[in-house]
Nanobody, 122 residues
């Protein structure tokens, strides 16, 4: 499956963004999906994941500010980001798992999008 992430941009602190990840090549309805992010000089980190059936969870450090969702018929996953902070600045990647469930471990994922830049700055 090929993944295309979009929706990044420059936002002021406190603002919101909604990232999209469109899958092509085959349906991803049986795959767990996730968003990761990577800031300059830092390792890639898990942001949020969603199972094939819609069970979600996100990184504790985000304190509920981000929400992942999916629409299987549309082959799309979204990441709604609210109350954005400068520390959220990073390249955000969507990923498809080899299983039906998501995981915080990036090695679980076999397909990755190209990344979309999110910059939080006043």
């Amino acid at each position: 499956v090929q993944l295309q992430a979009s929706g990044g941009g420059l936002v002021q602190p406190g603002g919101s963004l909604r990232l999209s990840c469109a899958a092509s090549g085959r349906t991803f309805s049986n795959n767990g999906m996730a968003w990761f992010r990577q800031a300059p000089g830092k390792e890639r980190e898990f942001v949020a994941g969603i199972s094939w059936s819609g069970t979600t969870y996100s990184a504790d450090s985000l304190k509920g500010r981000f929400t992942i969702s999916r629409d299987n018929p549309k082959n799309t996953v979204w990441l709604q980001m609210n109350s954005l902070e400068p520390e959220d600045t990073a390249v955000y990647y969507c990923a498809a798992s080899r299983t039906s469930y998501s995981s915080r471990n990036p090695t679980t994922y076999t397909s990755w999008g190209q990344g979309t830049q999110v910059t939080i700055s006043s």
